[in-house]
């Protein structure tokens, strides 16, 4: 029995793995939809869209590695998966700024949340930092 214990995951591992692959998920639909909006012909700039759809599609890579790497309980994917999240408050200032604070303020809320949930004693331990 005590073995299937230590086999069990802490709830804030699994919250923050259930968290941060919901943000994978974003960024993968959202290099969809730009690869999409490429292909389409719907952009002003071709090569600024090819810039910004080979950047996205290279962050989505980096959050998708990052992601097998939490789910796996691997000790270095914590470091990228607070560095990927905490991307998400400097953005949300800014759609503050911009007028989009009803979007703005729950996106740096999730950041905060998220990067609780990785620095958190349980996870630490479940990830094998000390």
Request: hydrophobic share 55%.
């Amino acid at each position: 029995m005590s073995e299937q214990a230590e086999d069990v995951s802490p709830v804030t591992l699994r919250w923050a793995i259930g968290l941060f692959v919901a943000e994978t998920a974003a960024v993968v639909a959202m290099t969809g939809f730009l690869v999409y909006e490429s292909v389409a012909g719907a952009v002003a700039n071709q090569g600024l869209a090819t810039f910004i759809t080979w950047y996205t599609a290279a962050y989505a890579a980096a959050f998708c590695v990052t992601a097998w790497g939490l789910s796996r309980r691997k000790r270095w994917s914590r470091t990228p998966a607070l560095v990927l999240n905490l991307f998400l408050i400097p953005i949300g200032y800014y759609m503050t700024q911009g007028g989009l604070w009803w979007l703005g303020l729950p996106l740096i809320g999730y950041a905060l949340v998220v990067a609780w949930l990785l620095i958190a004693e349980p996870t630490r331990e479940a990830l094998g930092i000390h």
